[in-house]
């Protein structure tokens, strides 16, 4: 029954290197967003996708991009990785009515050293 | 963008009722107030939406202020399971972000 899939649970990078965090999601969803979490900062919003090949920035943009070639793939990039962008990442997708609900991924924890 | 208010952390005893406040005094007429929450090395899940009406589901009940500016989850019996980081937030039907507030850390004492 698995709606939202991220392509590694865990994922341990060095400071750097380009780094590809993969998101899926089954259910024909228009929006998409990427999100970190980091203790004491709550939910952050990095990037969203409102269609395919569209993007808009979120709160924390800086350092990242995003890729969607095809509905169901949002793709979150890494140019160069840093040990501040060590978290948790965590996928979204929903349809864009305000009565339905979100469904998330399980979480990247990503480690840069 | 609407924004809501909820208290930082929250404790309660098990097989208690717990009601978890929720301000949003800035609400329009279309956003639908919805609650997610979070346990412990997971991803949010959904919990309850609603638009004026108290809504039921069988996770919890959503209580709507007449005015809508405040909104209460209930969880009618807390167990340890429902330790949880629990998000209230204002959703629009529009192509636009869902933004997430700091929410309420519930601890569920046994």
């Known amino acids: 029954d698995v709606k939202v899939t991220q392509s590694s649970r865990y994922l341990v990078k060095r400071t750097g290197e380009k780094v590809f965090l993969e998101c899926v999601q089954d259910m024909d969803h228009e929006n998409m967003f990427w999100y970190r979490q980091d203790p004491g900062l709550g939910l952050r919003l990095i990037y969203f996708?409102?269609?395919?090949?569209?993007?808009e920035k979120g709160d924390i943009p800086e350092g990242y991009s995003v890729s969607r070639e095809k509905k169901e793939r949002f793709s979150l990039i890494l140019e160069s990785a840093s040990t501040n962008q060590t978290s948790m990442y965590l996928c979204?997708?929903?349809?864009?009515?305000?009565?339905?609900?979100?469904?998330f991924g399980q979480g990247t924890r990503l480690t840069v050293v | 963008d609407a924004k809501t208010t909820q208290p930082n952390s929250m404790e309660s005893n098990e097989e208690e009722p717990v009601h978890l406040p929720c301000n949003h005094s800035?609400?329009?007429?279309?956003?639908?107030i919805h609650w997610y929450r979070q346990l412990p090395s997971q991803g949010p899940e959904y919990v309850i939406h609603g638009l004026t009406s108290n809504v039921n589901n069988r996770m919890a009940s959503l209580a709507i202020a007449e005015d809508r500016k405040s909104s209460t989850l209930i969880l009618h019996r807390a167990t340890l399971r429902d330790a949880a980081v629990y998000y209230c937030i204002l959703k629009k039907t529009s192509y636009d972000k869902v933004i997430f507030g700091p929410g309420t850390s519930l601890s569920v004492i046994p």
């Open positions: 996708s409102y269609d395919v090949k569209m993007k």
């Open positions: 800035t609400i329009s007429g279309t956003d639908y």
């Open positions: 979204a997708s929903s349809s864009p009515y305000s009565y339905t609900e979100a469904f």
